[in-house]
């Protein structure tokens, strides 16, 4: 062959073998390409999310709050869904704090007690109260009973309920939220009702504890904690001359109000722990009264009025108290009518309802007033009986 046939022959076999490959080498590139768009798309997720996660860091109350990272091992072990179990086992550490006064009693806070003598709706019995510096305290040591028509009309939404339900008092559960020294606790239990009471002051729960051991056939749940919309400790504060009033404040940027003393640290929890628990028993009544907390403790428990429609709740409605703690009480009270509730004064069957501007309108000056919550199921149900 001649050497210029050669040449157009390996010439040829190079561009047949390019045109082959070129396809193959087009794919590659194609594939590549695919494989940085999805690395680069996933790459920017990622970086959003770290961005959401820093923002959300940022804005959240405990994490304004040097406590918010304090916890202990034990507390963090404490912070799982509440069950049978749990509700054993406090009921066992009370018991214990029962049988060993030696161990349990706390000298400086025995010299601030004593005990009081109770007689409301023929209801006799005995429970611990403050000494001094206690407005209910005073109260109940003095009249031997503390806001007796609020008793009265709590304890009346709960005989109707059970009856409605046709079950006895030992299957309905009441939350009692900020017990203070257990006054409704105490009372209500007295009448067969199962009490689940959040106090975080120590020496509330203390006095608490103490009424407990005097009455150890009351089923109260007692928990050291405050509700909350995030897990953690806060500061908490005791009002001057009120010791047993106490405000708990999880956002260091928080104007306080003057009168308060700060007393030391408290744990909070989340309502969203106990839901379970509660929606596989019957939820009666929720009595709630935190300082402006409410908002915040409602808000991790939304099923109980979003979906369970709790029947009853009870609130000390106070603006400035709210808004010390960033909620605006107009769309805290719009919430409540969102979920079907309606608000009353007076008792929860006083049909004379109000509206939010209404409320708004008798607490502008600064007041606080009762406001009674029940859901519009049980108003027609209770209308048509």
Known sequence: MEKEDQVVLKSKAKKEYTSEELPNQKFEISQSLIYIVIGIFLFIIFI?????????????PISNSNLGNSLT?????????FDRNKLEKLKKEQIDFCNNPQQSNIKEYEEQITIAN????????????????????TEIFNNQNWEGD???NLLTALLYYSALLNVNAQDIYVLDIGAKIGWYSLFIAKY???????EPSEINNYILKKSLC?????????IKKGLY????????YITKGNVGDGWIFCDKNTILPDNLIKSGEVMVTKLDNYIQFLTQNKLGLININIEGLEEKALESGITIMSKYHVPFIYMNFDPRALQAHGTDPKIFLKRFLKFGYKF??????????????????????GSHMNLYIVHTKIIKKYNNS
């Open 118 to 137: 109770i007689s409301l709706l023929s209801q006799l019995f005995n429970m611990y109260v403050y000494k001094y510096d206690d407005v209910i305290s």
């Open 48 to 60: 959003i999310n770290i961005i959401k996660l820093s923002n959300k860091q940022k804005t959240s």
């Open 73 to 81: 091992i034990r507390e963090i072990e404490d912070i799982q869904l």
């Open 192 to 198: 067969g009702y199962n009490i689940i009471s959040f």
């Open 150 to 152: 609020k008793t009265n």
């Open 344 to 365: 009353a004064r007076y008792n929860f069957f006083d049909n004379d309802f109000l509206s939010i501007d209404e409320i708004l309108g008798r607490t502008n000056d």
């Open 214 to 222: 005097l009455n150890k056939e009351l089923n109260i749940t007692l």
């Open 229 to 236: 919309s995030d897990e953690g400790k806060c500061d908490f």
